[in-house]
């Protein structure tokens, strides 16, 4: 590959470095405290872009594009916008270089993921398609799964760990309020597995990519909030039965008999719809 550049991908204007020349010459050598392990590898990227679906015309959000790898992937696929979130300002300069050689088609932002609020970055049609840091890809995926409706799809990459938490089935050891939370509210599935030495430097886990669907139908606000204290309540003493794990919400057992559900039974071997009973029943108890 010519080290002075390549020819941008299709719909780029001019010529890009590559991404390892990128790194070196913006000083990019990832920063553990920032989770950053960085996907260089484009062919992997161009995947990752694949397993998003048909981005053409869509708001594309990315989460820590660093040298930008995965950003490149996005408008070569036809993203319609891409609106990157950084917040490593070593890596601005390099994203810079991608926006002119896309022009109109990528909007970096310098600040903390957590912070932004997507919706009020870009119109609809959105999707989220991010090599997520390591050390906020959960707090982020929680905050966007209390907005689910607001996207078309997520395809996140997480640890691994953390990706077989939130497609776990129920009596399965990564079964637990991070799979109840993803699975109520979307179609959850990993689609990609890559190894250590996919990333530079190479992380000590795999990592996995997760493609999540919103459903259709949202749950309400106040559905959602007794989900969120059943499911506290049930996995914060996941060792009890459910009459005592759920003693914190006030009658337990009555609760689990207007759910019909077993007061014996422990939080693991609930199914999701089983957790939105006892929701409904909690929220008609407080009517």
């Known amino acids: 590959m010519d080290p002075q550049g390549v020819e941008g991908p299709p719909g780029a204007a001019g010529r890009l470095p590559t991404l390892s ?15 950053q392990h960085f996907l260089l590898d484009e062919a992997l990227c161009g995947r990752i872009a694949r397993l998003a679906g048909d981005l053409g015309g869509r708001q594309v959000l990315e989460v820590g594009p660093g040298p930008g790898g995965l950003t490149r992937a996005l408008l070569a696929a036809g993203a319609g916008h891409v609106h990157a979130v950084e917040l490593d300002s070593r890596a601005i300069a390099a994203l810079a270089e991608l926006a002119a050689a896309y022009p109109g088609r990528l909007t970096v932002t310098e600040a903390d993921a957590l912070k932004v609020d997507p919706e009020a970055m870009m119109p609809a049609p ?16 929680i905050g966007w799964l209390a907005r689910a409706g607001a996207y078309e799809s997520m395809t996140l990459m997480f640890q691994q760990e953390v990706a077989e938490r939130i497609v776990a089935a129920p009596d399965t050891e990564g079964y637990g309020r991070l799979a109840v939370a993803a699975q109520w509210r979307c179609e959850a599935h990993m689609v990609l597995r890559l190894p250590p030495g996919a990333f530079s430097p190479p992380p000590k886990v795999w990592s996995a990519v997760v493609h999540l669907v919103p459903h259709a139908v949202q ?15 049930a996995f914060g003493q996941r060792r009890k039965m459910l009459r005592g794990s759920l003693k914190s919400l006030g009658e337990a057992e009555a609760l689990l008999a207007a759910a019909g559900i077993e007061p014996t039974r422990r939080a693991e071997t609930l199914s999701v719809a089983e957790f939105e009973g006892l929701a409904r029943a909690l929220l008609a108890r407080s009517a």
Not at 21 to 35: D, I, M, N, P, S
Not at 219 to 233: D, G, I, N, Q, Y
């Open 21 to 35: 020349e990128t790194v070196h010459r913006h000083g990019l050598a990832a920063r553990k405290a920032l989770g």
């Open 126 to 141: 959105r999707r989220i398609v991010a090599n997520l840091p390591y050390n906020v890809g959960s707090p982020l995926l």
């Open 219 to 233: 749950p309400e606000p106040s559905l959602a909030r007794a989900m969120e204290r059943v499911t506290a309540a």
